[in-house]
């Protein structure tokens, strides 16, 4: 089994800046990417960004220049930091990982999602 746990959204005003957070826990074998998906009200949910294990990363044109993503391979972490925040940013962000269990079963994992709201 793994887990993602998310931590870090809330409420915060226009141009301000939010940092998210997701730790991968349980039978982890190797991780190959980490990234952060979005769902706002009546949309679809959208790629926000990605993260290699070699670092190689993926952002959605929205938040290029804004939000930067991270991770500590360590830790089977991966962060956003979210700068200039915007009403359109609000969502639900859903942490997401690419990984295997064992040398042979690869696969994907969410998060439950944690809360964004950009308001005044």
């Known amino acids: 089994q793994v887990q993602l746990e998310e931590s870090g959204g809330g409420l915060v005003q226009p141009g301000g800046s939010l940092r998210l957070s997701c730790a991968a826990a349980?039978?982890?074998?190797?991780?190959?990417?980490m990234g952060w998906y979005r769902q706002a009200p009546g949309k679809e949910r959208e790629l926000v960004a990605t993260?290699?294990?070699?670092?190689?990363?993926n952002y959605a044109d929205s938040v290029k220049g804004r939000f930067t993503i991270s991770r500590d391979n360590a830790k089977n972490t991966v962060y956003l930091q979210m700068n200039s925040l915007k009403p359109e940013d609000t969502a639900v962000y859903y942490c997401?990982?690419?990984?295997?269990?064992?040398?042979?079963?690869?696969?994907?994992?969410w998060g439950q999602g944690t809360q964004v709201t950009v308001s005044s």
């Open positions: 349980g039978s982890i074998f190797r991780i190959n990417a």
């Open positions: 997401y990982a690419d990984l295997h269990s064992s040398w042979s079963q690869r696969a994907d994992y």
């Open positions: 993260i290699t294990s070699y670092g190689s990363t």
